[in-house]
């Protein structure tokens, strides 16, 4: 019996996932996989955070809560906004969900109609694209590869949008290619916008202080002008090593976000309550942790770039923020493995890597971007060094198909 619907046929499960789920199984089988599949930071929550969910459990914050946040969240995040962007938002606009993904989720669903089409510039977030297929939406993928910075310029855009458009999802900095939008190619994109008010704007900023090389600006910041169809949706996940505990959140119209919130009241309904504590503290807390994590993660992007670069046949850009390695890999494409295979594009590539060098990545197309493969810089320096020299040994191996 097939149980699935055809809009649930229409989409995949998460690549990222799937990939590390066969890096377990491996594992489990005893074989020796170093996997750098997920974007999860390997750091542990920082124990005044830890430490505030013990406390709000013994406190007894443990019932219901309002389905989009409490108020001491909410409360948090405005103090977030306005300390760290500049931006001013009321309590009724700012919703906390489980999780950065269920905030757009949500956003989507709360907006889309049938045959609506979302403008997302690839390379891409695995997700985005499923979530608005199924919610009967259009994907509209840009393809902006390293030629372009793995940025969409203003002229793009304005090509892209039609009079079906409902939403422009943007990235910045990007999950896969760390790439960062700065001040002035913000302004050229929202002066694109401005053109077209039926068109709402997501702006998903989760990598917001995981920068090395420029600083970060806040889609909202930069055009004021398009807050009341804008939505900054952020968590606590990347910065605060919390991805376990599930607590995303959004700013935005006022509307938009009562929309949000009666979609999440009929679903999940609130996050859990600990959890929330838990963010508060994040966000309200010392901060002193995150210098030291984000120069560690700079290092080990340097690590990885620069062992990267020295493999024939692979183009890497130095993403300027996130953790993430995202070469090019086109290169190897036509070629065969010693036992005979041909690689035909980069899911190939990627599961040869996971077959012979025990290394688990993830093939670009899975963010709408072939011709490369994403490596997370999410662990130490020495599993990423040794990770880079099985790549090496293996994409050695190939040879020219006779």
């Given at each position: 019996?097939?149980?699935?619907?055809?809009?649930v046929?229409?989409?995949?499960?998460?690549?990222s996932?799937?990939?590390?789920?066969q890096?377990?199984?491996?594992?489990a089988?005893g074989i020796?996989?170093?996997?750098?599949?997920?974007?999860e930071?390997?750091?542990?929550?920082?124990?005044h955070?830890?430490?505030?969910a013990?406390?709000?459990?013994?406190?007894g914050?443990t019932?219901y809560?309002?389905?989009?946040g409490t108020p001491?969240?909410?409360a948090?995040i405005?103090?977030?906004?306005?300390r760290?962007?500049?931006l001013?938002?009321?309590?009724?606009?700012?919703?906390?969900?489980n999780?950065?993904?269920?905030?757009i989720?949500?956003a989507?669903?709360?907006?889309?109609?049938?045959?609506?089409?979302?403008?997302?510039?690839?390379?891409y977030?695995?997700?985005y694209?499923?979530?608005?297929?199924?919610?009967?939406?259009?994907?509209?993928?840009l393809?902006?590869?390293?030629e372009?910075?793995?940025?969409?310029s203003?002229?793009?855009?304005?090509?892209?949008?039609?009079?079906?458009t409902?939403?422009v999802?943007?990235?910045?900095?990007?999950?896969?290619?760390g790439a960062?939008?700065?001040?002035?190619?913000?302004?050229e994109l929202g002066?694109?916008?401005?053109?077209f008010?039926?068109?709402?704007i997501?702006?998903?900023?989760?990598?917001e202080h995981?920068?090395y090389?420029?600083?970060?600006?806040?889609?909202?910041?930069?055009?004021?002008?398009?807050?009341?169809?804008?939505l900054?949706?952020?968590?606590?996940?990347?910065t605060y090593?919390?991805?376990?505990w599930?607590i995303?959140?959004?700013?935005?119209?006022?509307?938009?976000?009562?929309?949000?919130?009666?979609?999440?009241?009929?679903?999940?309904?609130?996050?859990?309550?600990?959890a929330?504590?838990?963010?508060?503290?994040?966000?309200?807390?010392?901060?002193?942790?995150?210098?030291?994590?984000?120069?560690?993660y700079?290092?080990?992007?340097?690590?990885?770039?620069g062992e990267?670069?020295?493999i024939?046949?692979?183009?890497v850009?130095?993403?300027?923020?996130?953790?993430?390695a995202?070469p090019?890999?086109?290169?190897?494409?036509?070629?065969?493995?010693p036992e005979?295979?041909?690689?035909?594009?980069?899911t190939?590539?990627?599961?040869?890597?996971?077959?012979?060098?025990?290394?688990?990545?993830?093939p670009?197309?899975?963010?709408?971007?072939?011709s490369?493969?994403?490596?997370?810089?999410?662990?130490?320096q020495?599993?990423?060094?040794d990770?880079v020299?099985?790549?090496?040994?293996?994409?050695?191996?190939?040879?020219?198909?006779n």
């Amino acid at each position: 019996m097939n149980y699935e619907s055809q809009r649930v046929q229409r989409i995949t499960a998460s690549p990222s996932m799937t990939i590390s789920l066969q890096a377990k199984a491996m594992r489990a089988n005893g074989i020796n996989v170093i996997d750098l599949s997920l974007g999860e930071p390997d750091f542990d929550t920082p124990e005044h955070i830890v430490d505030a969910a013990e406390r709000a459990m013994r406190n007894g914050q443990t019932r219901y809560t309002a389905a989009d946040g409490t108020p001491e969240l909410k409360a948090a995040i405005v103090q977030k906004f306005q300390r760290e962007n500049g931006l001013t938002f009321a309590s009724t606009e700012i919703s906390v969900a489980n999780g950065a993904k269920q905030s757009i989720f949500n956003a989507l669903q709360a907006t889309l109609e049938p045959g609506d089409e979302v403008v997302i510039p690839a390379p891409y977030w695995v997700s985005y694209s499923d979530m608005v297929t199924l919610l009967g939406g259009t994907p509209v993928t840009l393809e902006c590869g390293a030629e372009q910075g793995f940025l969409m310029s203003a002229s793009r855009l304005a090509n892209s949008i039609t009079s079906k458009t409902r939403w422009v999802i943007l990235n910045s900095p990007s999950n896969p290619s760390g790439a960062i939008y700065d001040q002035q190619q913000w302004v050229e994109l929202g002066a694109v916008l401005a053109k077209f008010p039926r068109v709402l704007i997501l702006s998903d900023e989760i990598y917001e202080h995981i920068i090395y090389d420029q600083s970060f600006v806040s889609f909202g910041n930069a055009c004021p002008e398009l807050r009341d169809r804008t939505l900054l949706v952020n968590g606590v996940s990347k910065t605060y090593a919390m991805t376990g505990w599930r607590i995303g959140y959004a700013a935005g119209p006022k509307g938009l976000i009562a929309a949000m919130g009666k979609i999440q009241s009929q679903t999940t309904g609130n996050p859990c309550s600990i959890a929330q504590a838990a963010a508060v503290e994040a966000l309200n807390g010392p901060q002193t942790f995150l210098a030291p994590m984000v120069a560690e993660y700079k290092t080990r992007r340097d690590l990885v770039v620069g062992e990267l670069r020295k493999i024939s046949g692979l183009e890497v850009i130095n993403p300027a923020g996130a953790f993430y390695a995202f070469p090019r890999c086109s290169s190897y494409f036509g070629m065969q493995t010693p036992e005979g295979v041909v690689i035909n594009n980069d899911t190939d590539l990627s599961a040869y890597l996971l077959r012979q060098a025990h290394v688990a990545t993830v093939p670009g197309a899975a963010f709408g971007l072939a011709s490369y493969i994403r490596l997370s810089c999410a662990t130490s320096q020495s599993v990423l060094a040794d990770a880079v020299q099985r790549i090496k040994s293996a994409l050695e191996q190939l040879a020219p198909v006779n």
